[in-house]
């Protein structure tokens, strides 16, 4: 199972040219099954991808009692791979100070500008996000549903001011591969530590599509070809090559 995510993580590279000779790359580990995956499908594709690359693993710890981060220390040192935890106040800023009731734009905006500082400081040319398939079509209809507009996340995004490109290489993987492969290596995934789990426009629309596809089974495969097809911006796969 994970060799199959591992090869569909190379098709995405290759074809969207996520990895440069020489990149040094910032996994966001977040604890979740998706980062854990995706830093052990990045782990054994640099073993022999042909253009050489470094990883290291990065962890925002949003500042919460529970979020322990021994066993993805643990992981990281028994995979020989550099790990790096930053003690944020994150969940203070969120729940405390500013009392946010739709938390999870800010949380996530927090957590992306502290990963891309510490990235920055080592030396990264690149961050890895773990995003898959699903959350590609989840964020398509959410931006359809909640914004009005036709928009999803971008395979690599440039980072302008800070000269570092963010990468997706799981945006070919569905969520249930991940969910299996983490349960088949015995992942150590972080429980989660959220108050909003469970709660948010993100669960409502994954929810959606599950009773959508009683009736459509292909639905989500065909919303992804959908936004390959697309003039979202890039997801053109020859603009990239």
């Known amino acids: 199972m994970l060799q199959r995510i591992i090869g569909q993580a190379r098709r995405a590279i290759d074809d969207f040219n996520m990895i440069d ?3 040094k790359i910032a996994v966001g ?3 979740g099954k998706d980062s854990i995956t995706l830093l052990h499908a990045l782990y054994y594709l640099k073993k022999f991808y042909p253009k050489k690359f470094d990883i290291i693993a990065i962890t925002i710890h949003p500042g919460t009692e529970k979020f322990k981060t021994d066993k993805l220390e643990t992981m990281c040192d ?3 791979i ?9 969940a203070e800023v969120v729940f405390e100070i500013r009392k946010e009731k739709s938390p999870c734009s800010l949380c996530a905006n927090m957590r992306r500008g502290m990963l891309n500082s510490i990235a920055i400081e080592n030396g990264c ?9 699903d959350d590609v079509v989840e964020t398509f209809l959410m931006s359809i549903f ?5 928009h999803t996340f971008s395979p690599v995004t440039y980072l302008s001011r800070s000269n570092v490109k963010t990468i997706r290489p799981l945006i070919y993987v569905e969520e249930k591969q991940i969910r299996a492969v983490a349960k088949q290596k015995d992942f150590p995934v972080v429980d989660k530590s959220c108050p909003m789990d469970g709660y948010t426009k993100r669960e409502y629309t994954k929810e959606l599509l599950i009773k959508l ?3 459509i089974p292909k639905i989500k495969s065909n919303i992804f070809g959908a936004i390959k097809r697309s003039d979202i911006k890039g997801w053109n796969i020859d603009n990239n090559q």
């Not at 550099?82 to 994150?90: D, H, K, L, P, W």
């Not at 040319?125 to 398939?133: E, Q, R, T, V, Y």
């Open 146 to 150: 909640l914004n009005g507009n036709i």
């Open 78 to 80: 028994e995979l020989g």
């Open 213 to 215: 596809r009683k009736d």
């Open 82 to 90: 550099e790990y790096i935890v930053y003690n944020s106040n994150i």
């Open 29 to 31: 580990l977040s604890g």
């Open 21 to 23: 000779e020489g990149d």
């Open 125 to 133: 040319s690149k961050i890895a996000l773990g995003h898959n398939l």
